[in-house]
């Protein structure tokens, strides 16, 4: 069946604008999960959605944001980038809350 | 704040030798934990865990270790072959989020 599928997978922004990241989890998960992943500092937790609610939420300023749709998608957005918002933007969907994670291939975000 | 914690950046091993990744953590309530790999341009895939009620799990040339009274767990390879080079991350699921080590960038040498 098909993994999680992220896009874009590459995009280049400038500081002060926004981006919005897209990811489709495995057919039959409810959750999706955003992780940020930089050098040195690992896979940092964003935030988790089940069934369209927001469950969970790691320890990131208000620019960060997401949504879930009724079909599961999700969408993270980042508004006012910085330079330090460059990254690799995981998503990993699971079929329960906290379930076994499933990653896609990430967004690779770099502000310039 | 890490929760979950890799204090080896790199780790370079030959080919056919045992690799022994470590990784420490601050909560001695967390009762599972896993460990992920991930080669480049691809996302972490699961590769195994163990629960607080076992001190080994073996899976395969893979096996992870807990000291929980020294916060401590480890994953020996052996024998670690070229194809293992990635990089490895622990984590710990509370049941309601998962804390992702640093990680380790293992390098194993034909």
């Known amino acids: 069946k098909a993994g999680v599928t992220q896009t874009p997978r590459y995009l280049i922004k400038t500081r002060g604008q926004q981006v919005t990241l897209s990811c489709s989890p495995i057919s039959g998960h409810r959750s999706v999960s955003w992780y940020q992943q930089t050098p040195g500092q690992g896979l940092q937790f964003l935030f988790e959605?089940?069934?369209?609610?927001?469950?969970n939420k790691g320890n990131f300023p208000g620019r960060f944001s997401g949504r879930q749709f009724s079909n599961s998608r999700s969408e993270m957005n980042v508004s006012t980038l910085e330079l330090g918002d460059s990254a690799l933007y995981l998503c990993a969907s699971s079929l329960v809350i906290s379930g076994e994670l499933f990653f896609g291939e990430g967004s690779r975000l770099t502000v310039l | 704040d890490q929760q979950v914690k890799q204090n080896s950046p790199s780790l370079s091993v030959q080919e056919g030798r045992i690799s022994i990744l470590n990784c420490d953590y601050t909560?001695?309530?967390?009762?599972?934990f896993l460990w992920y790999k991930k080669y480049p341009a691809e996302g972490p895939t699961f590769l195994i865990s163990i629960s607080s009620i076992k001190d080994k799990n073996e899976d395969g040339r893979f096996t992870v270790f807990l000291n929980k009274s020294a916060k401590h767990l480890s994953l020996h390879i052996v024998p670690s072959q070229p194809g293992d080079s990635a990089v490895y991350f622990c984590a710990t699921n509370t049941g309601n989020q998962f804390y992702f080590g640093t990680g380790t960038s293992l390098t194993v040498i034909p």
């Open positions: 959605y089940f069934s369209e609610t927001q469950r």
């Open positions: 909560n001695s309530m967390f009762d599972y």
